[in-house]
C-alpha cells in the first residue's frame, strides 16, 4: 500500500514538471513576441502562464514544509525535496524573465531589422533548446544532458556578450539606435540569465542524483570521457 509520504513526493515531482512544463512554454511565448510584432492577447497570456507559476510554486512550498513537518525523509527523498525547492525558486525567475522580455521587446523600434541585423534569433533558439533540455533531464536524469546544458549555456553566454558589443558599436555611432539598442542589450541579458538559472537547475538535478554538488565552471568533472 502507497504511504502519505509516497504520495506527497510523487505529487511534488508532477508539480515540478508542470512548473518546468509552464516555463518552457513561456520561454517560447516571450521569444515568439520578441521575434514579431507583440500583441496584447499574446502578453496577457504570457501573464496568465506566470500566475499558474506563482501559484504552483507557493504549493511546492507548502508540500515541501508538510514532509518537513511531519516525516523523516531519509538522505535521497531529503535531496529530493531540497532540490525541488531550489528547482522552483529558478523556475519561477525563468518566468519573471520571460515576462520581462516582452515588456521590453515593445520599445524597440524597429525591431525586427535590428533582431535580423544581430542575429538575436539564433541565440533566442538556443535559449529555448536549453530550457527544453533541462526539463528533460529533471524527467529522465540522464546524466549526458547536464553536459549539453553546460555547453549550450556557454554558447548563450559568448554569443550574447558578442553580440552585445556589435549593439554597443553601433549605437555609437547611431545615435538613433540608442535607446532600442539598450533595450535590446537588456533582452540579451535575460536570455543570458534564463540560460543561467537552466545549469543551476542542472546542478540542482545532479546533486538529487548524484549526492554530489557540481558547477558549471567544473563541467570537463562530469563531461563523458573520450
Keep these: 500500500m502507497t504511504s502519505h509520504f509516497e504520495i506527497e513526493l510523487e505529487k511534488l515531482k508532477g508539480i515540478i514538471e508542470k512548473i518546468g512544463q509552464l516555463a518552457e512554454s513561456q520561454v517560447s511565448e516571450s521569444v515568439k513576441i520578441l521575434l514579431q510584432e507583440p500583441g496584447v492577447a499574446e502578453e496577457k497570456i504570457i501573464k496568465k502562464t506566470e500566475s499558474k507559476i506563482d501559484k504552483l510554486d507557493v504549493k511546492i512550498d507548502e508540500i515541501c514544509q508538510s514532509i518537513f513537518a511531519l516525516q523523516q525523509p531519509v538522505a535521497s527523498d531529503l535531496r529530493f525535496i531540497m532540490s525541488a525547492m531550489q528547482i522552483s525558486n529558478e523556475i519561477e525567475r525563468i ?4 515576462l ?8 524597440i523600434k524597429e525591431k525586427h531589422d535590428l533582431i535580423v541585423k544581430f542575429s538575436v534569433g539564433d541565440i533566442t533558439k538556443q535559449v529555448e533548446l536549453i530550457t527544453a533540455k533541462t526539463n528533460n533531464y529533471f524527467l529522465t536524469r540522464q546524466e549526458s544532458t547536464i553536459g549539453e546544458i553546460f555547453v549550450l549555456s556557454k554558447e ?10 556589435e549593439i554597443i558599436n553601433e549605437m555609437k555611432t547611431n545615435s538613433k539606435a540608442v535607446v532600442s539598442g539598450t533595450n535590446l542589450i537588456i533582452v540579451l541579458k535575460h536570455l543570458e540569465r534564463i540560460s543561467e538559472h537552466c545549469t543551476n537547475i542542472a546542478e540542482y538535478v ?3 542524483v548524484n549526492a554530489k554538488i557540481i558547477k558549471h565552471d567544473k563541467i570537463d568533472d562530469i563531461l563523458p570521457r573520450e
Design 95 to 98: 518566468g519573471d524573465l520571460s
Design 100 to 107: 520581462s522580455i516582452v515588456k521590453k521587446a515593445k520599445n
Design 156 to 165: 548563450i553566454k559568448n554569443k550574447s556578450e558578442g553580440t552585445i558589443h
Design 206 to 208: 545532479y546533486f538529487m
